[in-house]
């Protein structure tokens, strides 16, 4: 069977790689928030280390990185020439009605920046960490909240399961796209009333054929005594290891560095 | 025979499944970013239909997240949160109104319009300068290609569900 690849992941061992999905994922979040409070060019110094350091230890190319930014190339140029036009200020270069000014420059630069090292540094998440093991953390990060009623490990189940059979559903609904095409289905034409009609024929037995799957899963998880969440043990369990402690103390002073460069200078 | 609540949540699993599986069939690409899929939101709506909010939100939240996790456009931390796991949850509203198609689908879509909208202000908020009406520019941007599979999923979702019914009731009475 052909492997298909879903998700950004790049295997590899490196010591990024290594780190708990807990330890990385809130280490992005907290990588997310401390952006916002940087407020100057220099105090962009700090994630540029950061993220320099982590793609040097993760031995992922800057390449792969920045390969993010072309699906938000749009929202990005759109982001600089708005701040480029609107501020006012004063005025470098007039076209017509509208004027370049130094403040717009500045700030459209800033704008840009902040963009662009929070979709680099984020990106660095999905291409260290497997689809599965990001699950696996999402889980058990959602865990204290299902004393309030948030159902954890139903989630993390369900995500799981759908990761397993996207290949195989992939593979399903291109199969019965090509075998109702060869009958003169046409998936890409017409109005949209059309294109909603010519879906039945897609999703009547793509669903047919996921219910009986779900039964049989069903059948089998029961079987072998399946119960939910509670008390469950796990083949592979996550552990935090030392290297985790060293990334969250690397995170600390970057925190550190952040907030100084806004409140001290 | 009622069905066990194990085999609605795999069933859940597999319609997220689907809807992944049909979100890589883009028949629209739009130049930002924003894309029209193969009806991907309609396993979740149907879903939903069928199982009620509560299992529709579930299933919802975890396409939401699976979503972030495959194809992630992270601009904002806020917007994580209302663009992914919030946003597709709200589909699963379209179960509130106890097999009521029209209003079912039409209240999920827009609760998955509403946040999107949000979170477009957020971001218009926090990059654009001052004085830019983040309202206006969310609403277009996010409309410009979120109508279109607004339109084609509550058409698509009318056309299957009434077979669906037909499957349920052939089920029932084979099982």
């Known amino acids: 069977m052909r492997e298909i690849t879903i998700g950004q992941y790049i295997p590899g061992n490196s010591v990024i790689h290594r780190l708990d999905p807990r330890t990385k994922i809130l280490i992005t979040f907290a990588f997310m928030v401390l952006l916002f409070v940087i407020d100057d060019f220099a105090g962009y110094a700090f994630p540029l280390i950061f993220i320099a350091a982590a793609s040097l230890l993760s031995g992922i190319s800057i390449k792969y990185m920045l390969r993010g930014l072309r699906p938000l190339l749009i929202i990005i140029l759109l982001t600089f020439v708005l701040n480029l036009f609107m501020i006012k200020g004063r005025v470098i270069y007039e076209v017509g009605p509208l004027s370049i000014t130094y403040e717009g420059l500045y700030q459209g630069t800033f704008m840009v920046l902040r963009l662009v090292l929070l979709i680099v540094g984020t990106s660095l998440l999905t291409l260290t960490t497997s689809p599965i093991s990001l699950t696996d953390g999402i889980e058990s990060l959602l865990k204290p909240f299902s004393k309030v009623g948030v159902p954890a490990h139903e989630l993390a189940m369900m995500m799981t399961i759908a990761l397993r059979f996207i290949p195989t559903l992939m593979e399903e609904t291109d199969k019965i796209m090509k075998a109702q095409m060869a009958r003169g289905a046409d998936f890409s034409s017409g109005n949209i009333v059309k294109r909603a009609q010519s879906l039945v024929p897609l999703l009547v037995p793509l669903f047919i054929s996921a219910f009986r799957r779900a039964d049989d899963l069903a059948m089998a998880m029961e079987s072998r005594c399946y119960r939910g969440g509670e008390n469950r043990t796990r083949m592979k369990t996550l552990k935090m290891t030392r290297e985790d402690l060293f990334a969250f103390v690397a995170t600390g002073i970057f925190a550190a560095g952040c907030l100084a460069s806004r409140f001290l200078w | ?175």
């Open chain 2, 1 to 175: 025979m009622k069905r066990n609540s194990l085999s609605t949540l795999i069933e859940g699993a597999l319609m997220v499944g689907i809807a992944t599986a049909l979100s890589f069939v883009k028949i629209f690409q739009a130049p930002y970013g924003g894309s029209v899929t193969l009806g991907s939101m309609v396993p979740i709506l149907l879903y939903s239909l069928r199982n009620g909010a509560a299992k529709g939100i579930l299933a919802g939240a975890s396409y939401g997240l699976l979503q972030l996790i495959i194809e992630p456009y992270i601009v904002h931390p806020v917007q994580v949160i209302l663009d992914y796991p919030l946003a597709f949850g709200l589909l699963g509203l379209s179960g509130l109104f106890n097999k009521k198609v029209w209003t079912g689908i039409t209240v999920g879509i827009l609760g998955r319009f509403f946040s999107h909208f949000l979170s477009g202000v957020i971001f218009f908020g926090s990059y654009a300068p001052e004085g830019m009406n983040a309202a206006v520019y969310s609403a277009l941007y996010n409309g410009a290609y979120l109508l279109p599979e607004l339109v084609l999923s509550l058409l698509a979702v009318r056309f299957v569900f009434y077979r669906f019914i037909k499957m349920d009731e052939e089920r029932n009475y084979l099982s």
